[in-house]
């Protein structure tokens, strides 16, 4: 149990064109999602915290307006990176939080997205 | 700015040994949770210890926490080549609502 998906998990795209990056929660309902970006051989960097039903919260220094977060459902929520340009070209990983397990603290993550911005 | 620092930041071993990856973190924590990370692949959670608990064993894992110290480990015992991996610790901050801090991440390789 506790399988989180990601699509695509890789794209290459045009700078100037939007991408769009679903992450799903398979088996559980996740009222929380988390977005991260990882740069080659470091760590995570927390990007946003994706609510069902409300705005997502950013970390201070990431644009909202760049990274544009919807949660619309218990199990689906997505990131578009707009206007990509080479700079966001990075691995995109998200996370969900199953809270009505005993183990509620318990992040899950997907497997990932490959963004390559030509 | 990161949470956890890790040391080492690579270590390589036999198969068969033993191998121990530390952990330190700067604020109050509810909970530390280390986490699996395969090349270019997502994260795999291996085990969650809170702030009242000193020591968790999981299998072939023991990680320890001294909030005093502000500091955990993580043991990994008679290690295989399948754990070949990078290793992060990651913290929820008290007050941080479930938000998770990443150290700097351990690369592990376990050579035959």
């Known amino acids: 149990g506790a399988v989180v998906s990601q699509h695509p998990s890789w794209v290459i795209c045009k700078s100037g064109t939007s991408v769009k990056i679903e992450c799903r929660s398979l088996?559980?309902?996740?009222?929380?999602m988390f977005w991260y970006r990882q740069f080659p051989k470091q760590s995570l960097m927390l990007m946003a915290t994706?609510?069902?039903?409300?705005?997502?919260?950013?970390e201070q220094g990431v644009e909202k307006d760049k990274f544009l977060i919807n949660h619309a459902s218990l199990t689906l929520s997505t990131l578009t990176v707009t206007s990509a340009h080479p700079e966001d070209s990075s691995f995109y990983i998200c996370?969900?939080?199953?809270?009505?397990?005993?183990?509620?603290?318990?992040?899950?993550f997907g497997p990932g997205t490959r963004l390559t911005v030509l | 700015s990161q949470q956890g620092e890790e040391d080492p930041q690579a270590l390589s071993i036999q198969e068969g040994e033993n191998a121990t990856m530390n952990c330190s973190y700067k604020?109050?924590?509810?909970?530390l949770q280390w986490y699996r990370q395969n090349s270019g692949r997502g994260l795999v959670h291996l085990i969650l210890?809170?702030?009242?608990?000193r020591e968790k064993h999981s299998g072939r894992l023991r990680v320890t926490l001294d909030t005093s110290k502000k500091s955990s480990s993580l043991l990994i015992t008679a290690s295989r080549a399948a754990d070949t991996a990078s290793y992060f610790c990651?913290?929820?901050?008290?007050?941080?609502?479930?938000?998770?801090?990443f150290g700097t991440g351990t690369q592990l390789k376990v050579e035959l």
């Open positions: 088996d559980f309902q996740a009222t929380t």
């Open positions: 996370s969900a939080r199953d809270a009505e397990r005993e183990t509620g603290d318990t992040q899950y």
């Open positions: 990651a913290t929820a901050v008290t007050g941080g609502g479930n938000k998770l801090t």
């Open positions: 210890i809170r702030s009242n608990e």
């Open positions: 994706s609510n069902e039903g409300s705005k997502a919260t950013y």
């Open positions: 604020t109050s924590i509810n909970n």
